[in-house]
């Protein structure tokens, strides 16, 4: 910064000083009588006198100080103005600051007008501690919170962020066009906007700048440069006098027609009038948005006293600034000025803190509204959105403030934004290309002049695929002559839910040998390279391929199984007869048969006389007799009550246990078990198997990347019959143990080959099947709420799924996702009748061994 002063100081050598000034004091510097001496206090103007708003400026102020000082005749203070002209140049108006500064000896200075020329002005008046106090520089780059001197009596360009931000959200445009100046003005506003517009989901898809050299050839081939791009909503920031080369160019070359959105910042909506008419012409239907003044008595006043027809903001903010000048200049100079040198003879003001300070607390209605600093700039609270007309030109068709947002005015009560009322605002609107209101609000994109169709790439499908697409195509030309499937349907019953037509032509993407020209990334890669507009086929939505391109919503499930093959469960071993029950049952059955017996013979051999006889023939009896009650009646009478109650329980057991035996059978001699050979990927990895995927598939980096299996393991297919025979063989003869496929084609393998594999493990997510449009495609949103009215439609979707894939109802696809365990019965199935039978036979027992007198003979013995 002290480089900078050094360079001013040199400049000003070169330039000297300026005579040009006006004051409302005589050249003596004695006050214009008016009843006594008056305190003079000196205030610097630089201006840019050559511009039309300089000279609008400098009438405002000439008329500020003639009604302040009529409505306050009895001040002790009179302000003297001294102007320097700037001549729209920062080293210039650097050095009439300075000027003024060292030679006038000024307390204030307003202006400069350019945010450009303010840096170093308020650079100056940091170092003297004079106010600096602007009127038009608003470039939020620099503020008065880093400025201390420094004040705004306009409002900051970041004010008018939300409501640009409230009428693209309103009117759904998701891209703009952004064209600025290249200037401070221009340089500081635009990141801003930028971040602004991203919160509401709307992407500033390019940046044109516009310099102060720019020729108009130039201009034109940035206008023809956006005119081929698809966006359509351009927002302009510049001030009048760039915005007056703008718009002519515009309309010469086809801009301002039907389709087109143009938006207009209050840098150049406030400074409508004083364009001239061919410029205003050729802004028909621009939309525009600049600071609300509220027609006052005292406005009305000021119009009739001074004979003004048309009023201006910046002109009313320079009459106010100069009221609260002369206010504040009254309460600080009540005595004559002091002030002391300071680096390099610039003067360094002794009250111009004081100054400061009365005027950021200065308040009062001023002509442009309520006058009040608030962080040592105007606020500005209330927006009127503008339509401009050719015949009538600008009409104000709306309003916006914080707390309503846009809003129509009705009878000075606002209407909130909501449905009808936005809709009666879009009534009012007339657009470029029309000469009357009640049209629908443009897209705000379109189809780029260079095709006037999409170009849509499609892919070529291997043989199990063309279910979803299905082409043949002119080898020279690649346009595709004829295509179904159910991925193009899906397209075409979208493509009528659209509100407009897309007109469209589809190519396929082949090589010369007539196979696929690469992988499905590659075919993507070329919506960026230009080469396609979009792509129609089973392109699966992950995230990698979103840095080149966006995707509609999903049409069709998504994720990837694993398949294996399946062991064949039905043996023809010579023991399937033992397999219904595990051998801890039959130990059991087993035990309770012996105990079943030798409990009854207990009971029966005293009573009985079947039941005697030898050791080895009563054994028999016993095992025949447990053995042949759950068949059939035997020979043998049972005599014994309590042997009646013990086989009961006997037979209730055993029916129970040979049903349950006969169930297990049937169902293992009748029905396949359909265990997988593999359970999950890690046993996979583990026994380092080759697994399968679809050639040109994204499946090979989820195996590499996700799955961590080596790529020397990894075979790719490109048919169902590939895959069939790649595990039939598996691993160890030259095929695979598993196939990682997308669902929909992995339902499609199952239906064909249900009774053979089986999907396993855990479901690997993707979003399913998208179409793919260029990066931040205005089409995207229109082509996602049609696909959900598509598939939304059950009718249409089973329809479309019965066209092309009806064969999947021939057989049930089974999904395994856990070993399937051999279903043999195990002893805890029958638990509980065992232990029921259990405690029965020892109740019996008990009940033996008392009335047989056998506890009292173990006792006599004992004791």
């Not at 340089?187 to 108009?216: C, H, M, W």
């Not at 080898?475 to 037509?501: C, E, H, M, R, W």
């Not at 961590?708 to 297919?717: A, D, E, H």
């Not at 490109?718 to 095929?735: D, P």
């Amino acid at each position: 910064m002290a480089s900078q002063i050094r360079i001013v100081l040199f400049i000003f050598l070169l330039f000297g000083r300026s005579k040009y000034c006006f004051s409302a004091v005589n050249e003596n510097g004695s006050a214009n009588s008016v009843g006594g001496s008056k305190k003079v206090v000196r205030v610097g103007v630089i201006l840019d006198s050559d511009s039309g708003v300089g000279r609008m400026t400098r009438s405002y102020i000439s008329m500020a100080i003639s009604d302040f000082y009529a409505t306050y005749p009895y001040y002790q203070t009179r302000i003297s103005l001294s102007e320097k002209n700037s001549e729209k140049d920062a080293v210039v108006a650097a050095s009439a600051a300075l000027d003024l500064m060292k030679n006038d000896g000024v307390q204030a200075i307003i202006g400069p007008m350019w945010s450009t020329e303010a840096k170093f002005v308020i650079s100056l008046g940091n170092k003297a501690q004079i106010p600096i106090i602007s009127i038009s520089a608003s470039s939020p780059s620099f503020s008065p919170s880093q400025n201390p001197f420094f004040i705004r009596t306009c409002r900051d360009d970041k004010s008018q962020i939300k409501p640009l931000v409230s009428i693209v959200q309103q009117f759904g445009w998701r891209q703009v066009i952004v064209i600025y100046e290249d200037t401070e003005f221009g340089n500081g506003f635009i990141p801003y906007l930028t971040d602004s517009l991203q919160q509401i989901e709307t992407r500033v898809v390019y940046r044109s700048v516009i310099s102060a050299s720019s020729k108009r050839q130039s201009i034109w081939k940035e206008l023809e440069k956006i005119k081929a791009m698809e966006t359509r909503a351009i927002l302009v920031h510049m001030t009048a006098s760039f915005g007056s080369e703008l718009f002519p160019i515009a309309e010469e070359a086809g801009m301002m027609s039907k389709g087109y959105v143009w938006i207009i910042t209050d840098g150049l909506s406030t400074l409508l009038d004083p364009i001239e008419k061919n410029v205003s012409d050729s802004i028909h239907g621009v939309l525009g948005l600049r600071p609300y003044v509220p027609n006052t008595k005292h406005l009305e006043e000021f119009k009739t006293r001074f004979n003004v027809s048309e009023i201006n903001i910046y002109g009313l903010w320079a009459y106010d600034t100069i009221w609260a000048l002369a206010k504040s200049v009254e309460l600080v100079f009540s005595h004559l000025n002091s002030t002391k040198t300071g680096v390099g003879g610039l003067r360094v003001s002794e009250l111009g803190p004081q100054l400061l300070e009365k005027l950021l607390s200065t308040r009062f209605e001023g002509l442009s509204g309520e006058f009040r600093l608030i962080r040592g700039q105007l606020q500005v609270e209330k927006f009127e959105i503008i339509n401009v007309r050719r015949t009538k030109g600008e009409e104000v068709i709306g309003y916006w403030t914080e707390k309503k947002e846009i809003y129509i005015d009705s009878g000075g009560n606002g209407k909130v934004a909501n449905s009808s009322s936005i809709d009666e605002l879009k009534e009012r609107i007339i657009w470029p290309g029309y000469y009357h209101a009640k049209v629908p609000p443009p897209k705000g994109w379109a189809i780029p002049v260079s095709g006037n169709k999409l170009r849509i790439g499609v892919p070529f499908l291997a043989d199990y695929f063309k279910g979803f697409v299905d082409i043949k195509w002119d080898p020279k030309t690649l346009k595709v002559t004829n295509i179904t499937g159910f991925s193009y349907d899906v397209f075409v019953a979208a493509l009528q839910k659209l509100p407009f037509d897309v007109p469209h032509e589809f190519f396929a993407y082949v090589n010369n040998s007539g196979q696929m020209n690469g992988t499905y990334n590659d075919l993507l890669y070329q919506i960026k390279l230009g080469n396609y507009d979009a792509v129609v086929g089973d392109t699966t939505i992950i995230a990698n391929r979103t840095a080149y391109v966006d995707f509609t919503l999903p049409y069709s499930e998504s994720g990837v199984w694993m398949v294996v093959k399946v062991k064949d469960e039905k043996t023809k071993s010579i023991w399937i007869f033992l397999r219904p029950l595990k051998w801890t049952l039959w130990l059991t059955i087993a035990v309770a048969f012996l105990s079943t017996g030798f409990i009854v013979w207990i009971l029966e051999r005293r009573t009985n006389i079947d039941l005697r006889g030898p050791t080895h023939q009563q054994l028999s009896e016993v095992f025949l007799f447990s053995f042949l009650t759950p068949v059939f009646a035997h020979g043998e009478r049972v005599e014994n009550h309590w042997s009646r109650f013990v086989l009961t329980i006997w037979v209730f057991v055993a029916f129970i246990v040979i049903q349950s035996y006969t169930a297990s059978l049937a169902s293992i001699l009748t029905v396949q078990r359909m265990q997988p050979s593999f359970v999950n990927v890690n046993e996979l990895r583990m026994k380092d198997c080759y697994v399968g995927y679809t050639v040109n598939s994204y499946v090979r980096e989820l195996l590499t990347g996700q799955l961590n299996f080596k790529k020397s393991r990894l075979r790719p297919y490109a048919s169902h019959e590939e895959f069939h025979r790649a595990l039939s063989k598996g691993s160890k003869n030259g095929g695979v143990d598993a196939m990682f496929e997308e669902i929909p084609y992995a339902k499609l393998f199952l239906s064909k080959y249900c009774s053979r594999y089986t999907t396993v493990g855990t479901t690997y997510k993707s979003d399913g099947f998208g179409f793919a449009f260029p990066l931040g495609s205005p089409l995207v949103p229109y082509m996602s709420r049609a696909i959900l009215n598509v598939t939304e439609d059950h009718k249409k979707m089973e329809e479309l799924e019965l066209k092309y894939f009806s064969y999947q109802s021939k057989c049930q696809v089974y999904s395994s996702t856990s070993p399937a365990n051999s279903h043999g019965l195990s002893a805890v199935s029958f638990g509980g009748l065992f232990i029921m039978m259990g405690l029965t036979l020892l109740f019996f027992c008990l009940i033996f061994l008392v009335k047989s007198g056998c506890v009292r003979t173990c006792l006599r013995a004992m004791l």
